[in-house]
């Protein structure tokens, strides 16, 4: 089926490495977001960690004010694996979760989106590429592979899964 593109679920995950607060915003997070403000779609993060750290994150960052929704471990009863963050997410979008797309680093951030029926592009980074991960529908090596327009593009013309 084709994609509907009313909302991009774009998780931008911190660091894997909690502590890590200096971590830097991974490349092409900002122009995602960019891109899917300007293609008027709603823009959300879904974090495992505390509201305070992620939000914190975000302004050193300067992203929050890109993203229309946050929502992390303060929000919800359980965290990823289980779909309950993107789900709340999607809610607070206003949204369905079958037309959100979630950017994902880990296997269970990854099946957490399976398991709330959104489309899930998977984006490893070096502490994460080694791990198995589920059948995801489209695998990037980084944010910056391809512009967001694409990206929607090649979501829509891969098969629906079972």
């Known amino acids: 089926g084709s994609l509907d593109r009313d909302a991009v679920l774009a998780e931008v ?6 502590g890590c607060d200096s971590q830097p915003l991974l490349p092409g997070v900002e122009a995602l977001l960019r891109d899917a403000k300007a293609l008027g779609l709603g823009r959300a993060v879904a974090s495992s960690s505390s509201c305070g750290w992620v939000d914190g994150w975000l302004r050193r960052h300067a992203i929050r004010d890109l993203l229309d929704v946050v929502v992390a471990r303060d929000d919800v009863q ?8 993107f789900l709340l997410a999607a809610a607070r979008l206003g949204v ?3 037309a959100c797309v979630v950017f994902e680093d880990s296997p269970n951030g990854m099946r ?5 029926g959104m489309r899930c592009v998977a ?4 502490l994460t590429r080694p791990l198995a991960r589920p059948d995801v529908d489209l695998v990037l090596e980084s944010l910056e592979e391809r512009p967001l327009a694409r990206v929607l593009e090649s979501l829509a013309s891969a098969p629906v899964r079972a």
């Open 112 to 116: 957490a989106a399976l398991a709330a």
């Open 96 to 98: 369905e979760p079958g």
């Open 78 to 85: 359980k965290v990823k694996p289980d779909p309950e963050l």
């Open 123 to 126: 984006v490893p980074n070096a």
């Open 13 to 18: 995950k911190e660091a894997t490495a909690k």
